[in-house]
């Protein structure tokens, strides 16, 4: 109601009044205003009214008459504004907006009306909505994709079709039972085309440094020769691919993929893959020597390979974890760091209705172009096992032997290893890669993986039949909070092990919160210190992970000297900034993408109550 509105008002009424007290012998004539609702008519009585000329006859007759006219302010003050004409023609028009279209405006009023209302939005629902603030903000900083990575700007026509010809293609640097991976790089625009058709085979540089890039070509005994076969039969390992390069005869193909496959978005601890896609197989360095078997008849006799297979492009790792591990003497905050980062990429996955079903650490990946002593960047890679179906999302409908469970049976958690096919049975892995981080977890603080035989030492456990009291302790610098969380995801029943999303806070808040949140039996921190402090780690965030120098200014210098450009697009990707390294302000952005007030407060519980 407008100042106007409402100083009309008042002195229309307090008119009324006056006049009501000076002639109380006379009544307002007549007026309609139970058109609506039923009041009754001032000077109009509904039964019979004694007359009398007494002061208390008097009186009454003022009474009344005071109380029929404050009805009638009532009724043309408050009831009126609900039910006149005009209100009922306003809620035929919203609804009519509402039921046919062009309802935007009335939300929006709906939505102001419920936030600016007392008791319909408690504290912590204004609290989650400062939690959402947060998230988009982080989001905004593309905190998900490699810092500083240009390889996946090296080739800015989205629409060009990738080929092998387009790569100098270096030395082998891994090789599996179902792929090798070479180092590679982009030819130089010159090279592209002056040889068109050609690939172009890098057999004298023995640096791999030199390779910004790495080439995994997928072995394919089985299927066709086409690249719609192909990617049918592989389509497991294209799920963190951010681009699947499109062709008339892949369209159909692609949107049906789509409908079927969960969508991966980047994240700091997934393999950064860029490109997927077809072509044939070629005479590669090593190629007789490491996979004669896989190589088609052309260039083999005795292979059993076919002509063309799939090909990913992805960011070149140094190193496998396991390599890592064996190679490096590794300190406990070290440790932490990385089964943080393993936890916030399996939560990751999890999120996105996927589950990798074959973690191993020779499954994951170390960025090693930090400074030394710093902790390096953990990716998860080969995707070839996981489950990623839209439909059924983490539950897999398991009615026969035939249906693939995963990938290494030793480490694959006990709901799945035990679980037998029925009509209406599906196997859960919602927390089935949690358990495998759990066994991953000793190799990472420096011992042997419990569930890994060695005739050497002693029997493994097995994971269809051990019990918990059988696992191994940790060493005794692990920090208590993290042995408990250790012990919690190698817990037998899924139901009382923690969520992911859980687990993978439980670790940011030991790195990050105040000591005195993580007492036993403590006090739990009120809401608005929680926000205080994701507040600070967002201002950190935000102010200091930030590189000093941008690389678009040292790519168009070309004169500094001393700088290699193929190596430097890479090594930007975990440069240590501000006052913590790059996968530390990576750990706490992915913590922060995905925040939320009740999400702080399970783990800050579970932690007073088991660490």
């Known amino acids: 109601m407008s100042i106007r509105t409402a100083v009309y008002r008042f002195v229309q009424n307090g008119r ?33 009214l004694p007359q009398g000329s007494n002061n208390v006859s008097s009186t009454g007759r003022h009474l009344g008459y005071l109380g029929a006219h404050a009805r009638r302010i009532f009724v043309d003050n408050i009831l009126k504004r609900v039910t006149n004409s005009l209100a009922a023609d306003l809620r035929r028009r919203a609804a009519s907006r509402l039921a046919f279209g062009d309802s935007a405006p009335f939300f929006a009023l709906v939505g102001v009306s419920l936030a600016s209302g007392t008791g319909i939005l408690t504290k912590d629902d204004e609290l989650e909505g400062v939690c959402w603030e947060i998230r988009d903000a982080i989001s905004k900083l593309q905190w998900n994709t490699p810092q500083n990575d240009k390889n996946y700007e090296t080739i800015k026509d989205e629409e060009k079709v990738i080929a092998l010809k387009d790569f100098v293609i270096g030395p082998a640097i891994a090789k599996g039972c179902s792929a090798v991976v070479y180092a590679t790089r982009f030819k130089d625009e010159s090279a592209l085309d002056e040889e068109k058709d050609e690939i172009h085979i890098d057999d004298k540089t023995k640096d791999v440094t030199a390779f910004p890039l790495a080439l995994k070509m997928m072995f394919n005994y089985d299927t066709e020769s086409n690249a719609l076969s192909i990617l049918r039969s592989m389509y497991r390992e294209t799920v963190p691919a951010r681009k699947q390069l499109k062709n008339e005869e892949l369209a159909e193909w692609e ?12 994240h700091p601890n997934i393999v950064a893959m860029y490109y997927v896609f077809t072509d044939r197989v070629p005479a590669l360095p090593g190629s007789w020597g490491m996979y004669p078997d896989a190589l088609p008849a052309r260039i083999n006799p005795q292979g059993s390979g076919r002509n063309m297979s799939l090909f990913l492009l992805m960011k070149r790792y140094d190193i496998t974890l396991s390599q890592y591990l064996a190679d490096h003497t590794v300190s406990v905050r070290e440790s932490i760091l990385l089964l943080a980062q393993l936890l916030e990429g399996v939560a990751h996955l999890n999120a996105h ?18 400074e030394t002593d710093n902790c390096p960047s953990l990716v998860i890679t080969d995707f070839g096992c996981c489950l990623a179906d839209k439909n059924h999302g983490l539950y897999l409908p398991y009615n026969t032997h035939d249906i693939d469970k995963g990938g290494n049976a030793a480490l694959m958690a006990p709901e799945v290893i035990t679980a037998e096919p029925g009509p209406f049975t599906s196997i859960n892995y919602t927390k089935a890669d949690l358990w495998t981080v759990g066994t991953l977890a000793y190799e990472i603080f420096g011992m042997k993986n419990p569930f890994h035989g060695d005739n050497a030492q002693r029997i493994s456990l097995k994971n269809h039949n051990y019990k918990e009291k059988d696992l191994p302790p940790l060493p005794s610098h692990v920090p208590a909070v993290v042995s408990a969380l250790i012990k919690n995801l190698l817990s037998r029943s899924l139901y009382k092990r923690l969520d992911t999303e859980t687990a993978a806070t439980v670790m940011q808040l030991y790195l990050w919160a105040p000591n005195t949140w993580l007492r036993i039996e403590g006090k ?20 200091e992970g930030r590189n000093t120098m941008q690389p678009e200014e040292v790519l168009c210098n070309k004169n500094i000297q001393g700088i290699d450009y193929h190596s430097y697009q890479r090594s930007l990707s975990t440069r240590s900034c501000g006052r913590r390294t790059m996968p530390e302000y990576q750990l706490i952005a992915s913590f922060l993408g995905r925040v939320t007030l009740g999400n702080i407060r399970n783990a800050l519980k579970w932690i007073q109550q088991n660490a």
């Open 16 to 48: 009324a009044l006056l006049h009501s007290i000076r002639n109380t012998q006379c009544f307002y004539h007549p007026r309609i205003y139970h058109d609506k609702i039923h009041v009754v008519q001032v000077g109009k009585s509904q039964g019979y």
């Open 255 to 266: 949107l049906r993929m789509a409908e079927r496959k969960s969508k991966l978005p980047p």
């Open 524 to 543: 739990l921190p009120s809401s608005n210190e929680v926000m205080q402090w994701l507040l600070c780690l967002t201002t950190k965030v935000l102010c």
């Open 353 to 370: 209705g996927i589950a990798h079903r074959d973690l191993k650490t020779d499954n994951i990946l170390l960025d090693l172009s930090e």
